[in-house]
């Protein structure tokens, strides 16, 4: 069974920092891409980034406008893992923020990110 796990939300200050943290297990997600979404209250949920793979030592990224230039994505494939450095974290940037796997179309429970002003 597929199973993805999201770790490192909590309640921050504008301005400030989290990392997010996405364990798979079940499968090896490491030659798939792998994607973070949220969702805040009373919207839908949108694409913040994803990370591909590829045979080189380039993991090739994309970000929505909202977040690019402050959110950082990235992947360790030794631990199954994939992250989200989110620097300069701003009020609307609070929502649940989910991972996704499109190979397997498997989502985490999401973990709630809750930036103050």
């Known amino acids: 069974q597929v199973q993805l796990v999201e770790s490192g939300g909590g309640l921050v200050q504008a301005g400030g920092s989290l990392r997010l943290s996405c364990a798979a297990s079940?499968?090896?997600?490491?030659?798939?891409?792998m994607a973070w979404f949220r969702q805040a209250p009373g919207k839908e949920r949108e694409f913040v980034a994803n990370?591909?793979?590829?045979?080189?030592?380039?993991?090739?990224?994309n970000y929505a406008d909202s977040v690019k230039g402050r959110f950082t994505i990235s992947r360790d494939n030794a631990k199954n893992t994939v992250y989200l450095q989110m620097n300069n974290l701003k009020p609307e940037d609070t929502a649940v923020y989910y991972c996704?796997?499109?190979?397997?179309?498997?989502w985490g429970q999401g973990t709630q990110v809750t930036v103050s002003s």
């Open positions: 996704f796997s499109p190979g397997y179309n498997v």
């Open positions: 079940g499968r090896t997600f490491s030659t798939y891409a």
């Open positions: 990370i591909k793979w590829s045979a080189g030592s380039t993991n090739y990224a």
